[in-house]
């Protein structure tokens, strides 16, 4: 099983089995703390081989810089799926999209969205948190 795309995006669409993907990002900056994030997606598509039929349980953490996930009670999000690959097929690609409402980020930081399978660590997409402050010249700098 292998991940062949993993982002954080605006938005994300399965649309005929092609990944539809717009507004990647990678930093969150806000006026203030704690930052809630009114919606975003996580866009996911994945490559099973032969060798990966069967039943599988994903599981999605973000997770701050100590380890701990940004929301204990609905996280980790672990649903179950199941594997199957017609006969004489070598690959099958499967999209997959969250989307993810009212984020709430207590403060600035790196934070970490972690992607497993069956236990095991698979990737993990870092999200900075940064503040931003207005400089004399009335422009946006990051603090």
Excluded: W
């Amino acid at each position: 099983m292998d991940i062949q795309i993993a982002t954080l995006c605006d938005f994300a669409s399965d649309y005929n089995g092609k990944l539809v993907i717009s507004g990647t990002f990678d930093t969150l900056a806000a006026r203030a703390v704690p930052v809630v994030h009114p919606s975003c997606a996580l866009a996911l598509r994945f490559c099973f081989m032969q060798e990966d039929a069967g039943k599988h349980k994903l599981s999605i953490n973000i997770i701050n810089e100590d380890g701990e996930p940004l929301d204990p009670k609905n996280m980790p999000i672990e649903p179950e799926f199941e594997v199957k690959l017609p006969q004489n097929v070598p690959f099958l690609t499967r999209n997959m999209v969250m989307n993810l409402q009212g984020l709430k980020f207590p403060d600035t930081g790196i934070y970490s969205i972690d992607i497993g399978c069956d236990g095991e660590l698979m990737m993990r997409l870092p999200l900075r948190v940064v503040k931003v402050t207005q400089g004399p010249d009335g422009k946006n700098q990051m603090a």
